[in-house]
C-alpha cells in the first residue's frame, strides 16, 4: 500500500529555531518524494521534490530509505514560513498520495 | 504567470443535486487532475486524465463522479446526485509533464452539501 504519513499536524516554533517536519512513507517500489506548501490564502505549490537534492527558501528534504523518511528541515525558521506543509509520493501510476498536513506555526 | 482557475469558489447545494466543478488548466498542460479535501483530512487523489480520457480513477471516484473536457479548454468534474459526504474543497491540478512530477493547482472549489 502506499501511504504517506505526518505524524503532527500542527509544529509551532520561534523565529530563528530550527524546523523539522516529519514525513514517513509506505512503498514497496522507488518512491519519488515531494514537499508542497499551501500559505495562507494561497493555492498548493511544489516547494521541493527529493529528485533534484536543492534547498527552497532555505529548506532541505533528504530521503532516507531506510527508515522511509523525507523529513523537512530549515535550521532558522522566519515568520514568512508560517504555512501548511504536505509531503506527497509519486508512485509508478503518476498519482501524487499526499500526507495529512502539518501546520507550521513560527512565533516572533 | 499562468495559472489553473477554478469556479465557482463556494457552492451550496442541496442533497441529490448535480453540481459541476470547473476547471480552466494552464493551457499547454496535458495531463490533469482532481483532488478533494474533506475538512481536517487529507487531500485526496479522485482521478487523472490525460488524451480525453481517464488515467486512473481512485475507489472514491464512483459512478456518481464523471469528468469531461467539453471544448479544448474547461475540465469538469460532475457529481451527479450529491451526497452530505461530498462537502470538501476539491481541487483541480495540472501539469504539461510527468517528468519533473510537478502538479499546479488551483485555488480550490469549496462544495457544501446541505
Known amino acids: 500500500a502506499q501511504r504517506v504519513t505526518q505524524p503532527e499536524k500542527l509544529l509551532s516554533v520561534f523565529k530563528g529555531a530550527p524546523v523539522e517536519l516529519k514525513c514517513n512513507y509506505s512503498y514497496s517500489g522507488s518512491p519519488e518524494l515531494f514537499w508542497y506548501v499551501q500559505y495562507s490564502r494561497q493555492r498548493l505549490q511544489l516547494l521541493l521534490r527529493?529528485?533534484s537534492r536543492e534547498s527552497i527558501k532555505g529548506f532541505t528534504a533528504d530521503l532516507n530509505k531506510g527508515e522511509t523518511s523525507f523529513h523537512l528541515k530549515k535550521p532558522f525558521a522566519q515568520e514568512e514560513d508560517s504555512a501548511m506543509y504536505y509531503c506527497a509520493l509519486r508512485g509508478a501510476t503518476n498519482k501524487l498520495i499526499f500526507g495529512t498536513g502539518t501546520l507550521l506555526a513560527v512565533q516572533p | 504567470e499562468p495559472e489553473v482557475t477554478q469556479t465557482p469558489s463556494h457552492q451550496v447545494t442541496q442533497m441529490g443535486q448535480e453540481v459541476i466543478l470547473r476547471c480552466v488548466p494552464i493551457?499547454?498542460?496535458?495531463?490533469f487532475y482532481w483532488y478533494r479535501q474533506i475538512l481536517g483530512q487529507k487531500v485526496e487523489f479522485l482521478v487523472s486524465f490525460y488524451n480525453n480520457e481517464i488515467s486512473e480513477k481512485s475507489e472514491i471516484f464512483d459512478d456518481q463522479f464523471s469528468v469531461e473536457r467539453p471544448d479544448g479548454s474547461n475540465f469538469t468534474l460532475k457529481i451527479r446526485s450529491t451526497k452530505l459526504e461530498d462537502s470538501a474543497m476539491y481541487f483541480c491540478?495540472?501539469?504539461?509533464?510527468?517528468?519533473?512530477?510537478?502538479?499546479?493547482f488551483g485555488e480550490g472549489s469549496r462544495l457544501t452539501v446541505l
Open positions: 527529493h529528485i
Open positions: 493551457s499547454n498542460h496535458l495531463y
Open positions: 491540478a495540472s501539469t504539461g509533464t510527468l517528468m519533473t512530477g510537478e502538479l499546479f
